[in-house]
């Protein structure tokens, strides 16, 4: 996960850029704050990997807070003023986003930010052990019962509304998870988060059309989402054979 904090003075575009890092999976959302001054106390004191700050904020200006941190923070300018783009480069932003903010450039944005923020280290496995033997105890919708999902049986996840949808085996079971708390659970050397509502299981795949993951000896269709598709093939860089 790529840490990240909002400095601007209008909630508002707080308020957006909120909402456009909700849809990108990589980025973890720790705090924002239309005050400068908080906006440096907060930088400095917590683990905070990139900021998305505006340039002209009262008592400390966008630029003078990059100047004044003192530690290794990436940062990503939000302004109406196209004027600052030269000095804000000259302290090597990571990008410059003129507002209104639209998704897909905010997207463009994310994906510069996941390829210099080291992408390896999003996607080191848990551990190196085998899945095999591995398992989970998840709830189900029946108050008090528990079942044992071997990992090396799930084919996919499917999030639906208020659970998650766990197939495996043939079978589909419904367990009271989101997908963000799976997707932490399942080791990352063998699963990977495709797209905002499945998760798969990279031994399962059997060929990659475009968009769309098809397994083995299944049926499914798993579709690759915009906002998930770099990750996804940072994922398997290793494995692929230009």
């Not at 302004?79 to 090597?92: I, Q, S």
């Not at 579709?223 to 994922?235: A, L, N, S």
Request: glycine content about 4%.
């Amino acid at each position: 996960m790529i840490n990240c904090f909002i400095v601007d003075d209008e909630q508002h575009a707080i308020d957006v850029l909120s909402h456009h890092m909700s849809e990108i999976h990589f980025f973890n959302l720790v705090g924002s704050t239309t005050n400068s001054i908080e906006a440096l106390q907060q930088i400095n004191e917590n683990k905070i990997d990139l900021v998305f700050v505006d340039v002209q904020m009262p008592k400390i200006s966008g630029l003078e807070l990059i100047r004044s941190v003192r530690k290794p923070v990436r940062f990503i300018l939000v302004t109406a003023y196209a004027e600052f783009a030269v000095e804000g480069f000259e302290l090597e932003v990571l990008d410059y986003l003129m507002k209104p903010v639209s998704f897909p450039r905010f997207l463009k944005a994310a994906q510069k930010a996941f390829n210099v923020l080291s992408p390896k280290d999003l996607y080191m496995p848990i551990n190196d052990e085998d899945i095999e033997g591995d398992y989970l105890f998840v709830k189900t919708e029946t108050k008090g019962k528990m079942l044992k999902v071997n990992l090396m049986d799930i084919e996919y996840v499917e999030g639906m509304k208020n659970y998650v949808a766990i197939y495996h085996n043939g079978l589909k079971t419904p367990a009271l998870l989101n997908m963000k708390d799976l997707e932490e659970r399942l080791p990352r050397k063998y699963f990977s988060r495709v797209h905002k509502s499945f998760i798969v299981s990279l031994p399962r795949i059997a060929m990659i059309e475009g968009n769309i993951i098809r397994l083995k000896g299944s049926k499914a269709e798993i579709p690759v989402g915009d906002t998930y598709k770099i990750g996804f093939i940072e994922h398997l860089r290793n494995k692929i054979i230009d």
